[in-house]
């Protein structure tokens, strides 16, 4: 255990509904990443956010995507109009200003029917 | 633009055997060099990492020597057992940013 908390687990949703995860990160830790791996890849970015402003974002951060780190604290990544091709693992990765290492959540796993 | 390539797998190797799994990377500027583990059913946890030329980082008798002559960050084990079956990630950072992963290599050991 990290540390970093992800939720739900697993969400199977059907095409076209809205959905949205939570990530809580190591209560110290300014940054916050998204990462999307899919099966057999490694991790890929999708942005990242130092306390509450989001620096970074990825060109596979479709205009669907958005995320929010309201208090700096835990963050939220919601996908509008879910697609069959946005199945994945969504995972959380929380930094703290000591080290460069990143440190990850368990992930959310989503199925979209 | 930064990215990683590690070798691909699966790769099966009986218990005590020697482990590497090749790592070559592309970056401006200087990146830091991590190697991630995934085991079944949890998520990336940190084995090791390096952040500069020669660095050479090590855990759970995991070797990884920074080489920027030739761009790369091999992960290397001189005995491996059942319990180290797990796939393995190769990642890149540079200035702190996100984190550039290579596809993972899964490794099978067999008793």
């Known amino acids: 255990d990290t540390g970093v908390s992800q939720d739900p687990r697993h969400k199977i949703t059907k095409r076209g509904q809205n959905v949205t995860f939570r990530c809580d990160p190591i209560s110290e830790h300014n940054r916050l990443y998204w990462y999307r791996q899919t099966l057999g890849q490694g991790p890929e970015f999708l942005t990242y956010f130092q306390n509450e402003a989001q620096l970074e974002k990825s060109r596979l951060l479709s205009d669907r995507f958005s995320a929010e780190r309201p208090k700096g604290s835990f963050s939220t990544l919601e996908i509008q109009r879910t697609e069959q091709g946005d199945s994945a693992m969504y995972l959380c990765a929380t930094k703290g200003q000591a080290r460069n290492e990143q440190f990850f959540g368990p992930g959310t796993r989503l199925t979209v029917l | 633009g930064n990215s990683v390539t590690q070798m691909e797998g699966p790769v099966t190797l009986s218990e005590e055997a020697f482990l590497t799994i090749n790592c070559t990377y592309t970056a401006t500027g200087y990146p830091s060099l991590f190697w991630y583990v995934q085991y079944p059913g949890e998520g990336l946890q940190l084995l090791l990492k390096?952040?500069?030329?020669?660095d050479k980082g090590s855990n759970k008798g995991f070797e990884a020597t920074y080489r920027k002559e030739t761009t790369s960050f091999h992960l290397e084990k001189g005995s491996v057992q059942v319990s180290d079956s797990a796939v393995y990630f190769c990642?890149?950072?540079?200035?702190?940013?996100?984190?550039?992963f290579g596809a993972g290599t899964r490794l099978t050991v067999k008793p």
């Open positions: 390096a952040t500069k030329a020669d």
């Open positions: 990642a890149l950072s540079v200035n702190n940013n996100d984190m550039r």
